[in-house]
Structure formats: C-alpha cells, structure tokens
C-alpha cells in the first residue's frame, strides 16, 4: 500500500484566496484524521471522519475552514478565505479501528 | 483534550550512547503512543503502551508507563545517526483522536 498520500505538497497562496487540501486515506481505514503542526501549536487534530462521517470538528479554527469526505477513499480540508496566520504543515492521518494512526507526508501551506 | 509534555525539549548525543525521553499527560488515558518525525516528514508510529502494561519493548526501543505519576518515557538504546528526529508522545482521549505534545528534537552525532 502506497500510505496516505496528500497533494500537494506545498502550497503558496496570497491571502484572501481559496486552498484546497487533499487526502487519500489508507484503502479499507474506517477514520481520518485532519491536522495541522506549527511551531507555535505543536500539532492539533482539526477534525475526525469515521465511516465518511465528520465525528468531531471542534478543532477547527474558524468558519473559513471546511472538510469533506465525499467517499471512503477521499477527504478534502479548504481554507476560504485563507490567511497569513493559517501557515502551517497540514497533515492528513488514517486508522482502522485501532489507535494507531498512519500520516501523510504533510502540505506545507504559506499564505503571503 | 489531554496534552502530552515532553521532556527534555532538545537532546544532542554521541552515536552508540542512549536517549531518554519524558512524557506527562494531564487525565486517565487508554494509551500512550511513541511517533518519529523525521525533518519535513510525516509522523510514523513507534509503539503503544495500554494503560495496564508498565513497560514494553520493540527492538531498541523501551517504554515505560507510569500510570500514578501520568507520565511515560522512551528510551532509544545505542542510537545511530539515523534516529535523528522529532518525538512525540500522543494519548488517545477517546475514538482514536490523538493529543500531541510539543516534541523531543533528538540529534545523534555520527
């Protein structure tokens, strides 16, 4: 299995505009996982899927940020409007039932 | 949500020597989880400890728990400049969401 994969990579954006972040979970992984690492923070879980459905999003910061998982096998997080202090390293994490979580290489985002 | 806090922030050791690692949480836990990050990389799993077990093992690494005192270490015996990396403890307060501490920046000088 090729791991979580996450595009893309890095992410420069200007301020006021719209990023859309995508995840492909480990296929047959039942929980996904949004979270986002800075320096400042340290990593904070944004939001929880489990079966596609979102289970707790009380880590999202503001009205301007949103996920989706559509399918088993793909989850998006948008930041719309973005701003400077949103720069962080995003990572997506999947599990299957155990509490062990696999994570992605991470997206970079800088909002200039 | 729990935090774990690990301690010390940074360590810088010779190649062959051990490290040691600490780790507080603040409520009941479940679990303990152990993760590495290597620079710009993701977060790879290293080991789970329960929280009826005290001590576990897995190659050159230990983990302990301490339930009374809420804390956990990991030790990484005869490290190689591989080990190189960021630790994290991460306890589980509950459906699998994980609580990050701050990190351990481990170097190991070849």
């Known amino acids: 299995d090729a791991g979580v994969i996450q595009s893309p990579r890095h992410e420069v954006t200007e301020m006021g505009q719209e990023v859309t972040l995508r995840c492909k979970p480990i296929s047959g992984h039942n929980s996904l996982f949004w979270y986002r690492q800075t320096m400042m923070r340290g990593l904070e879980l944004l939001i929880y899927?489990?079966?596609?459905?979102?289970?707790?999003d009380s880590g999202m910061p503001e009205d301007r940020f949103s996920a989706k998982m559509p399918n088993a096998s793909f989850s998006t997080l948008k930041i719309q409007p973005s701003e400077p202090r949103d720069s962080a390293v995003y990572f997506c994490a999947s599990s299957l039932r155990g509490p062990e979580a696999f994570f992605g290489q991470g997206t970079r985002l800088t909002v200039v | 949500s729990q935090q774990g806090e690990e301690d010390p922030q940074a360590l810088s050791i010779q190649e062959g020597e051990n490290a040691t690692m600490n780790c507080s949480y603040k409520t009941s836990i479940n679990n303990l989880q152990w993760y590495r990050q290597n620079s710009g990389r993701g977060l790879v799993h290293l080991i789970l400890?329960?929280?009826?077990?005290r001590e576990k093992h897995s190659g050159r690494l230990r983990v302990t728990l301490d339930t009374s005192k809420k804390s956990s270490s990991l030790l990484i015996t005869a490290s190689r400049a591989a080990d190189t990396a960021s630790y994290f403890c991460a306890t589980d307060y509950g459906n699998n969401r994980l609580a990050f501490g701050k990190g351990n920046q481990v170097v190991v000088i070849p």
């Open positions: 899927f489990n079966n596609n459905v979102p289970i707790d």
């Open positions: 400890i329960r929280s009826n077990e």
